[in-house]
């Protein structure tokens, strides 16, 4: 049997949209953002998923909790994103993406999409993200 991670060992097919604490170990919390249930057949469109990376990217890390982010980045599988904190709670976390994904929620447009700063700079879906953003929002709010 190959090695596998601790994200490989967590039953997919038991796993539903929500916030999940994956992995914290050496004082750094790992949090599964679920947007889509997986293997149902309902996935991120990649150039929604691109432009959610850029917005929340810029407003937790340039946020009130900065210092505790350590990274914020897609899935592969496309139904969600990890973010890596220091020092946050559970709590802490759910309020804080609440209030990122609010603020995510009125920009007008997604930093960082120019030539210069972005390695694919074309496939970007403002329109997109704030659906999935809006959506997600909701399931955030019933936890």
Do not use: W
Request: aromatic residues 8%.
């Amino acid at each position: 049997m190959p090695d596998t991670i601790p994200s490989f060992q967590k039953d997919h097919t038991r796993l539903r949209r929500g916030l999940y604490v994956a992995v914290d170990a050496n004082g750094i919390s790992t949090f599964d953002l679920r947007f889509k249930t997986p293997n149902a057949g309902d996935y991120l469109e990649q150039k929604a998923l691109h432009s959610i990376e850029h917005l929340l990217a810029c407003v937790l890390r340039n946020g009130p909790r900065g210092e505790n982010i350590v990274y914020f980045g897609p899935m592969g599988c496309r139904t969600g994103f990890y973010l890596l904190t220091v020092r946050l709670s559970y709590e802490e976390v759910l309020t804080l993406l609440k209030d990122a994904v609010r603020e995510a929620l009125c920009r007008d447009a997604v930093p960082g999409t120019r030539r210069e700063e972005c390695g694919n700079y074309l496939e970007h879906d403002l329109a997109g993200a704030k659906r999935e953003l809006a959506a997600y929002l909701a399931v955030l709010e019933a936890i």
